[in-house]
Structure formats: structure tokens, C-alpha cells
């Protein structure tokens, strides 16, 4: 029997009948994080920081920061912050609400907020207003996705993972109606699969 090739097996085992294109697959993804990761700790190491509080935005965020996390070699603490604003669509249907508090203090830290994904900037641009009120000594961004065509308010995130054309993606922690969050993959929904209540 003729094994397949390593590239068809990636090719299998990213296929997913809902997907309609892997953008960016495992490897890329590890790879990046780990890029990401350096670059963070060398650029705080080069400012005599030493320890680094990281917000992630739940859910979407918690693949990507637990990722993160690892490849960061500082002292870090870390929370995580639910804010939600797209029930179950890809259009945001409210402002983005703040449903949790901090458990940690921000005051005099030097904080990273760690997002999914930068899209219109409404909820990193308002998030980092609310936590800039709490006096942290430094205050950054990292998101793994940037949709750069579809930004409403003027933010820039400091570390960004990949730009990304204006399509909804899922998979590594991002969802649909909380669907595809386990997908070990970034990859475009198939336009069919937009509606829940089409959902067998
Ligand atoms: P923004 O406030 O429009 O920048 O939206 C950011 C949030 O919207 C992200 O944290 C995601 O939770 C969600 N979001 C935006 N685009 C997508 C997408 O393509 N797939 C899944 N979630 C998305
Ligand atoms: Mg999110």
C-alpha cells in the first residue's frame, strides 16, 4: 500500500465539510505564535520590564493566549475579559458589552490585551479605553488577525499575527454561533453555513 504524501495528510486532516478554505493551517500558526512570542519578550526585556500582565478577550482570544503564553519568557500574570457583541451572526448586532470584570490590578502594570481578532476595532478600541482608567503603567495590544478592510475606528494593535482579507473565519478559538472554536486551523466559513437556523 502507497502511504500518502505528508502534504495530503495535512490536506486531510484540515479538511472540514463547513469550511470552505484553510487560510492559515497549524504549522503557520505555531509558528507565528512562537514569532509573536519572542518578539514580545524581547521588546519588554529591552525596556527593563520583567513581568507582563496579559488580558485575554474571552472566548474567542483563549486558544491564542494560552498559545501565547508559552512562548513569552517574562514573568506573566493573567486574566481574561468577556466582551460580546456578536450573538449568534457574523454582523455586530450591539456595542460591545464588558460582561465581566478584572480579577487582577492593572495599576502600575504593564499590561497586553490578547484578541482574536481586530475587525471594525470597536471592542479593543472601547476595551482599551475602560482599562486604560485603571492606571496601568503600559498598555499594548497583540491580536492574531487583523481584518484591516473593515475597521470602523482608528486603531492600530502593536503585534499583529496575520492581515487577512475581509471574510468570516473560525477555528483556533474563533466561532460561529459558538461552533468551529476546536478547529486546529484558521479557515473561511462556507457562506451556506451562516445561518444556525439552516443548522441540521
Ligand atoms: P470588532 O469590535 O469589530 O473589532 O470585533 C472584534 C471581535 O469580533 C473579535 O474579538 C471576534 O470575537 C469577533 N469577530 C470579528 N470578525 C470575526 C470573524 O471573522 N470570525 C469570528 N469572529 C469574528
Ligand atoms: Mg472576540
Known amino acids: 500500500m502507497k502511504l500518502p504524501t ?7 486532516a ?8 484553510v487560510l492559515i493551517g497549524r504549522a503557520r500558526l505555531a509558528e507565528q505564535v512562537r514569532l509573536l512570542g519572542q518578539q514580545i519578550t524581547r521588546d519588554y526585556a529591552a525596556r527593563g520590564v520583567r513581568e507582563l500582565t496579559l488580558v485575554a478577550v474571552a472566548n474567542g482570544a483563549l486558544i491564542f493566549a494560552a498559545d501565547l503564553l508559552r512562548e513569552i ?3 506573566t500574570r493573567f486574566d481574561s475579559i468577556r466582551v460580546s457583541s ?6 455586530p448586532k450591539t456595542p460591545p458589552q464588558m460582561a465581566d470584570l478584572l480579577r487582577l490590578d492593572l495599576v502600575g502594570r504593564h499590561v497586553l490585551v490578547v484578541d482574536d481578532i481586530l475587525d471594525t ?30 475597521r470602523q475606528v482608528d486603531f492600530f494593535s502593536d503585534y499583529t499575527g496575520f492581515d487577512i482579507p475581509d ?9 460561529f454561533a459558538e461552533r468551529y ?13 451562516q445561518d444556525p437556523a439552516k443548522w441540521g
Open 6 to 12: 505528508v502534504a495530503k495528510e495535512n490536506a486531510e
Open 14 to 21: 484540515e479538511a472540514h465539510p463547513d469550511i470552505e478554505r
Open 73 to 75: 519568557s517574562l514573568h
Open 86 to 91: 456578536y450573538l449568534d451572526g457574523t454582523v
Open 121 to 150: 476595532g470597536n471592542t479593543l478600541s472601547r476595551l482599551c479605553a475602560l482599562l486604560q482608567k485603571q492606571g496601568p503603567a503600559s498598555l499594548r495590544t497583540c491580536v492574531l488577525l487583523d481584518k484591516k478592510a473593515r
Open 167 to 175: 471574510r468570516f473565519v473560525v477555528g483556533y478559538g474563533l466561532d
Open 181 to 193: 472554536r476546536n478547529l486546529p486551523f484558521i479557515g473561511a466559513l462556507a457562506p451556506d453555513k
